[in-house]
């Protein structure tokens, strides 16, 4: 069993759309990341939830709008896709540690190519 | 929060110790170092983490300097499976480039 799954793993689309990506964890962990790593493989996080509140919230784009329907998931969706959006996207969760995170347990990436 | 710097690549001979060093000299007194690998385009892999005290588990050894300004991973015997991106983090938890090691025959 996958312990931190993420759909789709490829998504291609056109410059302006809105596209979700969805992440599921089935590891019982309190928190959950999201980080982006762009074509210079600099892999930056962006969010990081912890039961289903956020508690990170970096300087990225109104764009992107996290939602933790539970703390088992944690989805990203994106408006008005740009250009500049293409990377790969990874899902994570941790258990809660404070200022000691704990061990971060990846998916294996969503890769979003914007056109 | 502490930020790391990391070389941006090296070259280890299979067998070998892979020793990939870390700088990290504005990490508080309870922020923990931890490291991770990325092979080719794989999501992060924990190898270990560490505090003061030196550290080590099936994967991998982690030596902290005293005053905590630097670690250094050892990886004992490389092999080519070992290939990939080495990060050092510490809070707030953002990656950087890391270390490329590449392990060669």
């Known amino acids: 069993d996958t312990a931190v799954s993420q759909t789709p793993k490829y998504l291609v689309t056109q410059m302006g759309n809105d596209k979700s990506i969805k992440c599921e964890q089935n590891?019982?962990?309190?928190?959950m990341y999201w980080y982006k790593q762009d074509s210079k493989k600099f892999l930056k996080i962006m969010f990081s939830?912890?039961?289903?509140?956020?508690?990170i919230n970096e300087t990225v784009p109104n764009r992107f709008s996290p939602k933790s329907p539970d703390k088992a998931h944690l989805n990203l969706h994106i408006n008005s896709l740009e250009l500049g959006d293409s990377a790969v996207y990874f899902c994570?969760?941790?258990?809660?540690?404070?200022?000691?995170?704990?061990?971060?347990?990846f998916g294996e990436g969503s890769r979003l190519t914007v056109l | 929060d502490a930020k790391t710097t990391q070389p941006t690549s090296m070259d280890c001979a299979e067998g070998r110790a892979a020793n990939l060093p870390c700088n990290h000299s504005t990490i508080s007194g309870n922020e923990y170092v931890y490291w991770y690998r990325q092979i080719h385009s794989q999501g992060p892999q924990y190898i270990i983490h560490?505090?003061?005290n030196n550290e080590t588990n099936e994967m991998a050894s982690l030596i902290i300097t005293e005053d905590r300004k630097s670690s250094t991973l050892i990886l004992p015997h490389a092999t080519l499976r070992d290939t990939a991106v080495y990060y050092c983090?510490?809070?707030?938890?953002?990656f950087g480039t890391g270390t490329r090691l590449q392990v060669t025959l």
């Open positions: 560490g505090l003061k």
């Open positions: 590891l019982g962990h309190d928190t």
């Open positions: 939830y912890n039961n289903k509140e956020l508690i």
């Open positions: 983090i510490a809070p707030p938890l953002t």
């Open positions: 994570a969760s941790s258990r809660p540690g404070g200022a000691n995170t704990g061990e971060l347990f």
